[in-house]
């Protein structure tokens, strides 16, 4: 598998949890909006441990981005991640991944499942395409959402945010279950574009091929 050595041009922390890494573009390199990659640290005891990351940019920029999720509860790769900034090297592998733009639909995410998204959504707002889809994004507590603001200025009145750990005014304090996909969906023939932890996933699927989706109109990452 061809790897590209790539330097990190900018670090930072976007959430208490999550931090935003630009990286140089290999010339050549391309992806399509909602794909991933392997990334390792290019440090001699971290090289062999790839990790899946999305990419976050779009294909226009002349830069990578990823917004990573940092787990400083054990000792592995995204907290080594917390610890690497800017002028460090990461080891990228070639693109990959199932969950790409198939036409207008809803899209729900949960936590860091967000990612391929944001790459879809800045892809087709850049090209004036982001009408018709709507995001429902469940987060622990506000705090937790990623890149609040663009989404809303991105999808206006078409963007649903819900805190399943805390009751804020004017914001949903719930799950996403049968009541509330009945609630705040009208069709379930249109595509679903579901990403987040797996049980989320799979809860969620479930759900809407009980309530008329069906396989093909579900889109998931394998």
């Known amino acids: 598998m061809k790897q590209h050595i790539v330097k990190i041009l900018e670090a930072h922390y976007i959430t208490h949890d999550v931090k935003r890494f630009v990286v140089e573009r290999p010339a050549g390199y391309d992806f399509i909006p909602g794909q991933a990659t392997e990334v390792a640290i ?12 999305t990419f976050t940019s779009i294909r226009e920029h002349g830069f990578l981005e990823f917004m990573i999720k940092i787990y400083n509860d054990h ?3 995204t907290k080594m991640l917390g610890r690497t900034h800017a002028g460090a090297e990461l080891i990228l592998h070639e693109a990959f991944g199932a969950i790409q733009y198939k036409g207008p639909g809803v899209f729900i995410a949960g936590g860091a499942g967000i990612t391929p998204f944001i790459s879809i959504f ?4 850049t090209h004036k395409n982001l009408h018709g889809n709507k995001l429902i994004y469940s987060n622990k507590t506000s705090e937790d959402v990623i890149m609040e603001e663009e989404l809303q200025k991105m999808l206006d009145g ?6 399943t750990r805390e009751n804020v005014v004017g914001f949903r304090g719930n799950r996403i279950d049968r009541k509330f996909l009945i609630e705040n ?33 579900v889109i998931i990452e394998k």
């Open 75 to 77: 000792e592995g790769v």
């Open 158 to 163: 078409s963007f649903i945010k819900i805190f």
């Open 42 to 53: 290019n440090l001699p005891e971290w090289k062999d441990q790839s990790r899946p990351f």
């Open 185 to 217: 969906i009208v069709d379930f023939g249109q595509n679903f574009y579901l990403c987040g932890p797996k049980k989320f996933v799979q809860n969620i699927t479930e759900l809407l091929l009980d309530l008329g989706a069906t396989a093909e109109t």
């Open 122 to 125: 800045r892809h087709l707002y």
